[in-house]
T-cell receptor, first 113, second 114 residues
Framework: QKEVEQNSGPLSVPEGAIASLNCTYSDRVSQSFFWYRQYSGKSPELIMSIYSNGDKEDGRFTAQLNKASQYVSLLIRDSQPSDSATYLCAVSASGAGSYQLTFGKGTKLSVIP | EPEVTQTPSHQVTQMGQEVILRCVPISNHLYFYWYRQILGQKVEFLVSFYNNEISEKSEIFDDQFSVERPDGSNFTLKIRSTKLEDSAMYFC????????????FGDGTRLSIL
């Protein structure tokens, strides 16, 4: 059974601070990792994708992947109130035609003005 | 920017009725997916579709569910004889290819079974 674990939160940070979101996964053959943002009642919106160990930066967002530790994280710099949402970690095996995403339950982030 | 579109946005159906949820994936994408999210729970995979056939399905995707690509643009999810526990948000997603490609989600259809 493939599992993706996230702290449910809520994680509260002041405006302008760095928010750090973490995710662990159980399936060692996982190869593709994604962070989605989901506002209440809305659909998942892709924030970042990462496929190899290390850091990947896109604007205020940095994704970090450590396959040996089966750990992926998302840093949000200069957090804004509009970043308040639930952040979903999703993992795909991407092997033998298996591309389905396994999602974590999400971490609810609240950015306090 | 191209997006996945889903209709209707909200569907209310009596238990036991059939329902069809519709999706138009992004035009140059080849892989299509359905997910569902029961209120307060995580997003769950239902089925993936490539080259006009199902490539993967989950345990949730039993005989009451079916998918179809009736023409070059639409991708549908049919639920026969709906149950109360089918009430959820249903998301369609698409990706350009399968491997190492992000999946882009539509706005979803909220299905309410009475």
């Amino acid at each position: 059974q493939k599992e993706v674990e996230q702290n449910s939160g809520p994680l509260s940070v002041p405006e302008g601070a760095i928010a750090s979101l973490n995710c662990t996964y159980s399936d060692r053959v996982s190869q593709s990792f994604f962070w989605y943002r989901q506002y209440s009642g809305k659909s998942p919106e892709l924030i970042m994708s990462i496929y190899s160990n290390g850091d990947k930066e896109d604007g205020r967002f940095t994704a970090q992947l450590n396959k040996a530790s089966q750990y992926v994280s998302l840093l949000i710099r200069d957090s804004q109130p509009s970043d308040s949402a639930t952040y979903l970690c999703a993992v795909s095996a991407s092997g033998a035609g298996s591309y389905q995403l396994t999602f974590g339950k999400g971490t609810k982030l609240s950015v306090i003005p | 920017e191209p997006e996945v579109t889903q209709t209707p946005s909200h569907q209310v159906t009596q238990m036991g009725q059939e329902v069809i949820l519709r999706c138009v994936p992004i035009s140059n994408h080849l892989y299509f997916y359905w997910y569902r999210q029961i209120l307060g729970q995580k997003v769950e995979f239902l089925v993936s579709f490539y080259n006009n056939e199902i490539s993967e399905k989950s345990e949730i995707f039993d005989d009451q569910f079916s998918v179809e690509r009736p023409d070059g643009s639409n991708f549908t999810l049919k639920i026969r004889s709906t149950k109360l526990e089918d009430s959820a948000m249903y998301f369609c997603a698409s990706s350009r290819t399968g491997r190492n490609q992000p999946q882009h989600f539509g706005d979803g259809t909220r299905l309410s079974i009475l």
